[in-house]
């Protein structure tokens, strides 16, 4: 059945819900045949390149927002190092050490519902420096207007990252103090603005696999260029912190699944992923997925570049 449906996706077909169903159905013996379909998939449409990104925490903590997922939340009580915006030239030393790592995108990443016009204006002068400095400029500043976002495209942002985070019919559980509407309209100004557009989720909040389906879907009918897929890695003081990491497996079929209703988009693996996955971190690929985010996360350890390195150039993969 899986083969079928690989057939089906590979000859320009929409995945279907009743074969989404079955894709999250898949257990024991037939996951192997999963991962080869979700592998075939990935060459056909995306190829052996893998996109490597970097982020800096450039605002950290007093964050409004009642997130259960986040450390940074005003509902955390998480001992997290809380800063105001990073002076340009530290942001700037980060970016040279991500693109010496390997990495071709950079993305500044602040705290908040949204970052003030002052704080703006001083993103801007980074973005254009990082883009002077040969990286894809990257940013996630919250809930930006399309008048923001244009101002940030006209000093050299490539890709503004807005997740949807998890399912419509879920959102309402993790968060109360901005809603799925309000990250849509964000979403929409993005694409109105023709820069290029970041958005996923974090799996492992307690949703179902029916959400699941639901936000795979729904990101379907947006169309983001990447999709970053994070895990839950629940952090002692947030709301969700006494949640248990998803199985590996189940998190790879997350990826699976993402890639079968997302075919031609770049899957993008990211928060979580070494605590999630663990040993079995190199399946990723075969899941799907054609993108990482190296070195560190915002608030948790990530992995160093020269592994995902070695990982990239063992496994017969090459960087874009």
């Known amino acids: ?38 592998y075939r998939i990935r060459r056909h449409y995306r190829g052996d390149s893998i996109d490597l990104c970097a982020i800096i925490n450039a605002k950290s903590g007093a964050c409004p927002e009642d997130c259960g997922y986040c450390a ?99 959102f309402p559980k993790i968060c109360s103090t901005h809603t799925y509407q309000d990250k849509m309209k964000t979403i929409h100004a ?31 009918d947006i169309g983001p260029d990447s999709v970053p897929i994070n895990f839950l890695t629940p952090i002692k003081g947030t709301l969700l912190g006494t949640r248990n990491t998803l199985p590996a497996m189940e998190a790879l079929k997350v990826i699976s699944l993402f890639r079968f209703a997302l075919p031609d988009r770049e899957i993008r693996v ?4 070494l605590q999630t996955l663990g040993e079995l971190n190199p399946f990723l690929f075969f899941a799907g997925a054609d993108g990482l985010l190296a070195g560190n996360y915002l608030t948790t350890q990530g992995r160093g570049y020269e592994d995902d390195l070695r990982l990239i150039n063992e496994l017969g993969l090459r960087l874009l």
């Open 1 to 38: 059945m899986i083969r079928q449906i690989e057939e089906k996706i590979i000859a320009a077909g929409l995945l279907s819900g009743p074969d989404a169903a079955t894709i999250s159905a898949v257990e024991g013996a037939e996951i192997p045949e999963l991962f080869s379909s979700s």
């Open 72 to 170: 940074q939340s005003s509902k955390s009580g998480a001992g997290i190092k809380t800063f105001p915006l990073l002076e340009k030239n530290f942001v700037l030393e980060k970016a040279a050490e991500a693109k010496e790592g390997g990495a071709r995108r950079f993305c500044i990443v602040t705290s908040g519902r949204k970052v003030s016009s002052r704080e703006l204006e001083l993103i801007a002068e980074m973005v254009a420096d990082v883009r002077k400095a040969g990286l894809l400029p990257c940013a996630t500043l919250g809930l930006l207007s399309l008048d923001e976002l244009n101002l940030l495209k006209g000093a050299g942002l490539e890709r503004f990252h807005h997740n949807l985070e998890t399912s419509e019919s879920f």
């Open 190 to 220: 993005v694409k109105s603005s023709g820069l290029s557009l970041c958005s996923g989720g974090i799996f492992g909040l307690g949703e179902s696999w029916a959400d699941r389906i639901e936000m795979a879907f729904a990101l379907r």
């Open 270 to 273: 990211c928060g979580g992923r």
